[in-house]
């Protein structure tokens, strides 16, 4: 929501730049105060002015490494979840 009013700011975004970086890859969002010891290699930095097509190339070279086993359950689990497939963790803060 707050990008896309940045990008409404700038004019549509044009020249806004966006960059991921792709090392210490864990389950957990690097905002949790005990997250899960990263288990996957550094993939690099990546970047685009397209920032939906930067995050689906990061989605892809996560999809492609030998050792991203568990994202890839992560990302199965969290569309289970939406489905109604497979009940939510209620210890887990949102």
């Known amino acids: 929501m707050e990008a896309k009013s940045v990008c409404d700011y700038m004019q549509d975004g044009k020249g806004i730049g966006c960059v991921n970086v792709m090392n210490r ?3 957990d969002c690097d905002c ?3 997250p899960a010891e990263p288990d996957m290699h550094d993939i690099g930095i990546l970047a685009s002015l397209d920032p939906v097509a930067l995050d ?3 989605v ?3 999809y492609k490494a030998k050792d991203s086993g568990s ?3 992560l990302f199965h ?3 289970r979840v939406e ?3 497979f009940p939510k963790n209620p210890k887990r803060k949102e």
Do not use: H, R
């Open 25 to 27: 890859l864990s389950v």
């Open 32 to 34: 949790d105060s005990n």
């Open 83 to 85: 489905k109604g497939w």
């Open 56 to 58: 689906q190339a990061c």
């Open 77 to 79: 689990q969290k569309k």
């Open 71 to 73: 994202l890839i359950e």
């Open 60 to 62: 892809d070279l996560v």
